[in-house]
């Protein structure tokens, strides 16, 4: 069996491109050879399988008011199980956490990846091995954001809040026992201030390949 590694985000996994011309096939989504998720199943080859479960505006643990399922725990047990066996869990959120409508800070969006996490090693889906997850804390947003079309209705604070999370989320990943890594180094495009560029993906994917092989 090959290594089976599950990628969870929001728009970032999923592969969304807020900017056309970044794109190579012209469209609202990164094609096979952009998206992190495949790049990362290219550099490591074919001892392992990437599974990407990206959903645009996913949070970790907080109901949307607006759009429904958007909770990663609300669907956490029944993803997991479908994809089991499990070697490694990557979990990418906390953007759309920093909504205004939400009302959480960055702690409460660090204890709400806490609880996610928790309750993702409690899923029967790791076959014999410990639960083995990766918190990687997304980009910060960026000031562009708060004039893009899609990025008024995020509200007020986001930016901040961003900011903050990556020292939330180690200690966070310290406390339940899970790794972690900050994409902080990652490129969001000037468009919307945040979602990866083509580049950004690809940095992610580097970083991620040179880490994920040392988890396995």
């Keep these: 069996m090959k290594k089976h590694i599950v990628c969870i985000g929001d728009s970032n996994t999923h ?26 199943q290219k ?6 399988l990437v599974t990407e479960e990206g ?4 949070t970790t643990v907080f109901p949307d008011p607006l759009h429904e399922s958007m909770d990663a725990l609300g669907v956490l047990y029944s993803l997991l199980k479908s994809h089991e066996a499990v070697d490694l869990l990557i ?8 909504k205004e409508r939400l009302g959480a800070n960055a702690a409460c969006i660090a204890i709400g990846m806490e609880r996610l996490v928790r309750k993702a090693q ?12 990766l918190i990687v804390c997304p980009p910060s947003i960026l000031p562009e954001m708060e004039d893009s079309e ?6 007020k604070g986001c930016l901040e809040k961003s900011r903050e999370l ?3 989320l180690e200690k966070t990943a310290r406390l339940v026992g899970a790794h972690y890594v900050d ?10 201030g945040m979602h990866l560029t083509r580049r950004g993906h690809a940095q992610l994917a580097q970083l991620l390949a040179g880490l994920v092989p040392t988890l396995l």
């Design 122 to 133: 409690s899923v029967d889906c790791w076959g014999e091995r410990a639960p083995n997850i």
């Design 55 to 58: 959903l645009s505006g996913r």
């Design 166 to 168: 990556p020292g939330y």
């Design 43 to 48: 550099a490591l080859g074919e001892g392992c």
């Design 183 to 192: 994409a902080a180094q990652c490129e969001f495009n000037r468009v919307d």
């Design 150 to 155: 899609c990025g008024i209705p995020m509200g």
């Design 15 to 40: 592969g969304y491109c807020a900017d056309p011309a970044d794109c190579a096939d012209g469209g609202i989504r990164f094609n096979e050879d952009e998206r992190w998720t495949c790049l990362l």
């Design 91 to 98: 979990i990418m959120l906390g953007t759309n956490d920093t």
